[in-house]
Structure formats: C-alpha cells, structure tokens
C-alpha cells in the first residue's frame, strides 16, 4: 500500500510506496496552514483507505469463492471493490457528526473514505480536496493496473505483496526470465509479482529435478532432500511442491493453496484444522518410530508451522525457496557430473532448458 507522510519541514504531505529496491516518494500537496495534528490526520487517513483498496488486490474475490452467493466472502469481497466508485463522494461530502451520532459504513473502502473526507472537511480548502481526489483516483488507478499484470509506476508495490492468483502475463514474463537464467535473476524479486513468479519458479524446480534426478538416481521429490546433504537448504517447501508436481498437481494450483493456506494463517485462521491435526500426528510417530527423548520430541513439535510459508510475506517466502531448491538441484547435479564447474553449470542450465521447455503447457 502507499504511505502517506507530512514533512513537517515543508508543510507538505509526501507519498511513499515500495518497488522491491527501496521506497519512492512524491510530494501530493503543500499544504495550506494547518496544525500538525490536522496534518498527520489526513495522512493516516489517506494511508488507511490506501490499505483498505489495496486488500481488495490481495484478497480477490476469485479466490473466495462464487462472488454471486449473497453474503458469501467471496462476495462480500466483489462487493469491496466494486465501493471504488463510493470513494470520491465520500472524500467530497462524507458523513459528519449530528446530534444523532455519526454514520458509520461497513465497508472499510467506504469508511475511510469518509474519514478522508472529515479530515478535509476540517481543514476546509477546496484546492487541497481537489488535490486529494486526484491522489486516490492515482492510487485506484495503480491497484488497477496491477490487477491486469501491469506493474509499471506506483503499481510496482504489488511486487512485495502476496496474493492468491496469478496473472498468467506474469507467469510468462517469470518464465522468461528464467530461461534466460534457471537459477533465477533479481527481476523476478523487483518487476514481478511474486506469485506468478513462484508459478514459474515451480514449473522450473520440477524440471531442474526431474534432470538431477535421473543423472543422481534419486526420486524427482528427494531431490532437494539429498542436497541438503551438501550444503544447508531450504527443503520443507521445495519437496513439498516437487512431491505435488509428482502427484500431477499443476505450478498454479500448487503456488495459489500454499499462499492462500498463509494468508488465512496471517488472519487467525486455521485452514485445514484435520490437515494440521494429521501433521502433528505425523511428528509424534516419527519421535516414537526413532525412539528420540522427550528433549527432542519438544523440538521437532515448537519447530512445527501450520503454515509452510512465512505469513507476512508468503509469496516472496514460496519464491525464495522455490529458487532455492532449483540451486540444490544444482547442487546435487554437479556432485554426479565430470568437468569444471563453470561447464557443469553451462550443461546444467542446457538440460534444464529442455525439460522446462518441453512441458511449458503445464505451467497452467
């Protein structure tokens, strides 16, 4: 979401937004005279209502559900989004106190935007009300075009955000990039969004070993698993994905329930309660099938996460992990191969191209 600030120094009230390589700014408006109090309220409301349209980015409502079945989540969302078109007559004339209390929305987009507009209101400059509209119909418009795959301008802060869909422009861009570079490069970080960039991180790990597991003689979903004994990995999520891929699970379905499953754990919800309930039953038969004292048995359980993915930030997590993986492919390909490393890499990055290459019908 965009921040907004006043700089005291200027009387100003400044814009600031992420890119994946550091924040930008933009001066929205010197402001008339007001007191800081009055300023700051203006930019913590302008931050919320940022906060509040851009969770209809991250929270669609194609992945709740049919947006058709009154009072469903799903439509409760759609319902989110479409209030948009409410913002502007809220920062224009919002709800003000009376003698019979003050209404009150239910919509988090609506509210805010009257608590825009009660801001403005006692600040009372129609310029600067003018200039306000025009900011947040800016910020629509980016959350807009991040909706449609395009992450140019202000849009680029959608690249630190995690979202469960994926806009299949930005699957192909991720794909792109690495087949330019199968270990990955910083673009897929800093120009993508991170969930159709994991799409295409998952379509390229299954490649990477399904070619080291033929050349190592190891299951495609051990792969990682036996680099780990090379050198320390990151191996829960990546054998997790690779044993799905196995299971004929295509990279979006995969990517889209891994970060879905986080963002519900980052709002107090257990997703699948019997799914953690079968997990932790799975750690309590290993302590007992190895016989480990109670020491570790209470290790192997504070280690337990009902998310596999960091919940603040799970589709930069899945991707970080994803790529990971394909670099112990890596790995475990150069331990089974002859020649200089610069040449295995070369030839690692060859077979891997071919493979990913020749399924890239099933990135979908």
């Known amino acids: 979401m965009t921040r907004y600030a006043f700089d005291a120094g200027r009387n100003a009230l400044v814009a600031i937004w992420a890119t994946g390589r550091g924040d930008l700014s933009e001066t929205v408006a010197v402001l008339p005279p007001v007191s800081s109090d009055q300023a700051t309220s203006l930019a913590s409301n302008l931050t919320t209502l ?3 349209q851009w969770r209809t980015y991250t929270h669609p409502a194609s992945a709740a559900g049919d947006p058709d079945v009154p009072n469903s989540e799903a439509w409760r969302r759609a319902e989110e989004r479409r209030n948009f078109k409410e913002v502007e007559a809220g920062i224009r004339a919002p709800h003000l106190p009376t003698e019979e209390g003050l ?8 509210e805010s935007a009257h608590r825009v507009g009660r801001a403005l209101h006692g600040i009372d400059v129609d310029t600067l009300t003018d200039v306000i509209v025009a900011e947040v119909g800016r910020e629509q418009a980016a959350i807009e075009s991040a909706e449609l795959g395009d992450l140019s301008g202000r849009s680029r802060q959608a690249v630190e955000m995690s979202r469960p869909d994926v806009s299949p422009a930005q699957v192909q861009a991720a ?32 490649a990477a070993a399904e070619v080291t597991s033929e050349l190592a003689e ?22 997790l994905v690779l044993e799905r891929s196995v299971a004929g699970e295509s990279p979006t379905e995969i990517v889209v329930d891994l970060i879905a499953e986080a963002i519900a754990v980052s709002e107090g919800h257990v997703p699948s309660p019997w799914g953690v309930v079968a997990r932790v039953a799975e750690i309590e038969e290993q302590a007992r099938k190895y016989e480990v004292d109670s020491t570790t048995r209470a290790a192997m359980l504070a280690e337990f996460r009902i998310s596999r993915l960091d919940p603040v930030r799970p589709a930069l997590d899945l991707l970080e992990d994803l790529l990971d993986g394909i670099r112990g492919c890596l790995l475990l390909y150069t331990v089974h191969s002859a020649g200089e490393d610069d040449e295995i890499e070369e030839q690692f990055a060859i077979d891997v191209r071919a493979e990913a290459e020749a399924h890239s019908d099933q990135l979908f």
């Open 50 to 52: 940022s906060r509040f």
């Open 103 to 110: 209404i009150v929305s239910y919509s988090g987009v609506v």
């Open 218 to 239: 190891v299951p495609t979903a051990e792969v990682v698993v036996e680099a780990d004994d090379i050198e320390a990995l990151q191996v829960e999520t990546p054998t």
């Open 175 to 206: 794909h792109e990039l690495l087949r330019a570079d199968p270990l990955g490069s910083l673009e897929l970080f800093t120009e993508l969004d991170p969930a159709s960039a994991s799409v295409a991180a998952a379509h390229w790990l299954f």
